[in-house]
Every structure is written in C-alpha cells, then in structure tokens.
C-alpha cells in the first residue's frame, strides 16, 4: 500500500466553477477526513467519514461543498461554484479505528491545491 | 472550545543545537492523543511523535521528545541535534475519541548550516 493519495494534485478554476477532488484512503483505515488548509495556517475540519456514513460536518462546509464515500472506499469532495476565497490546499486523511490499533494517528495524502481565478 | 495554540509562528535553529516549540490546548475531555506533525514544503504532512494523555511518561522518538503537562494542558516539542532536514513546519494537534484531530496554526521552523 502506497498510502493516500489524492487526485488532482493541482487545479485551476475559473470562478463559478464546480471542481471535484477525490481521495483513496489507506486500504484497511474505515475513517477518512476532509481538511482544508490555506497558506502559512494550520489544517481545518471539514467533514469526516466512518466506513460510508458521513458523522460530521463543520460549520466551514457550506452547502456549495458535498463529499461522499459511496461505498465506504474513496471519497470525493465537491466545490459548486467556485469563488475566490475556496483557494486553498485541501487534505485528506486517513485512519483505523476500533480494535486493539487505534493509535489516533490520521495519515495525510499530498494535498489537492485549488487556485480560483 | 476544544482550541490548539501555537504562539511562536517562526523559530530559527543553528544546525545541532536544540530547539523547543511550544503548544497549549485546552479541552474539557480527560482521554484524548497529541500529536505532532512536520510539513516540509511542498510535502505531505507526517507524524513526529505522539503522546496518549492518560500516560504520564513523556514520549520520545529518536531526537525528538516532549514535554506533557496535563495540568497545565500544554505539550512543547524537543527537537535535539537540529538537522537541515528539520526544517518545516510544525503543527501541534490532538484528537478526543477517535473524532476530528484539531491542529494549531504551525510554527515555521528554520535550521540555519
């Protein structure tokens, strides 16, 4: 297993756009996480999933963003209508809980970086 | 509020000296990970060291250590021996039952040959 990984690494959009990002987690990890982080900030939730069932969103997700793990897998995320301030790096983690192998340890993919022209 | 501060944005080191960053947190909970993550630019972020809040022995990993002070909910970052490829940035970030990790806003940190 190479890790997660996240496709596009990069996209450039034109306001008012949709864009969609996809994640493939770890094969074995039954939670992934949305994280969104701009320059020079720390990472900020998103949304998490637990196997296909989305347990949380954060107030940051507004109804432009959608995410989905259809079939408890890979993720996407969806971004309707672009605007400027959506530029961002967003990150996608994941990790396995339950069991005797709960470290709390979410491991993290490169990133998808979104410019919003 | 479950919140992560991180008051030094940048700190710079001299190659094999030691550095300190630091972390304070605050949350109610009395179970929960802490964690620190490098970022080195333009890479993914990977795990530095963690620490379970119920163990009162500080974690180390190689040249890195901390320092848990659960009372005082703060959770500071040794890095010994500072290395060229030490330079990233740190951020400092817990996890409370297995729900969303918080991070703090990162301290930029240099290693100066």
């Known amino acids: 297993d190479t890790g997660v990984s996240q496709d596009p690494r990069h996209k450039i959009t034109k306001r008012g756009q949709n864009v969609t990002f996809r994640c493939d987690p770890i094969?074995?990890?039954?939670?992934l996480y949305w994280y969104r982080q701009t320059l020079g900030q720390g990472p900020e939730f998103l949304t998490y999933?637990?196997?296909?069932?989305?347990?949380?969103k954060s107030r940051l997700l507004s109804d432009r963003f959608s995410a989905e793990r259809p079939k408890g897998s890979f993720s996407t995320l969806e971004i309707q209508r672009t605007e400027q301030g959506d530029s961002a790096m967003y990150l996608c983690?994941?990790?396995?809980?339950?069991?005797?192998?709960?470290?709390?340890?979410?491991?993290f993919g490169e990133g998808s970086r979104l410019t919003v022209l | 509020a479950q919140t992560v501060t991180q008051s030094q944005p940048e700190m710079s080191v001299q190659e094999a000296e030691t550095v300190t960053l630091s972390c304070t947190y605050d949350?109610?909970?009395?179970?929960?990970?802490l964690f620190w993550y490098k970022q080195p630019p333009s890479r993914q972020m990977i795990l530095v060291i963690r620490q379970e809040a119920y163990k009162q022995q500080n974690a180390t990993e190689n040249r890195f250590s901390v320092n848990f002070q659960k009372a005082a909910k703060s959770f500071s970052l040794k890095i010994s021996d500072s290395q060229l490829g030490d330079t990233a940035m740190y951020f400092c970030a817990f996890i409370i039952g297995g729900n969303d990790m918080r991070f703090g806003a990162g301290t930029r940190l240099t290693v100066k040959p």
């Open positions: 094969s074995e990890h039954n939670r």
């Open positions: 983690a994941s990790s396995r809980v339950g069991g005797y192998t709960n470290t709390g340890e979410l491991f």
């Open positions: 999933f637990q196997n296909e069932a989305q347990l949380e």
């Open positions: 949350t109610s909970e009395n179970n929960y990970y």
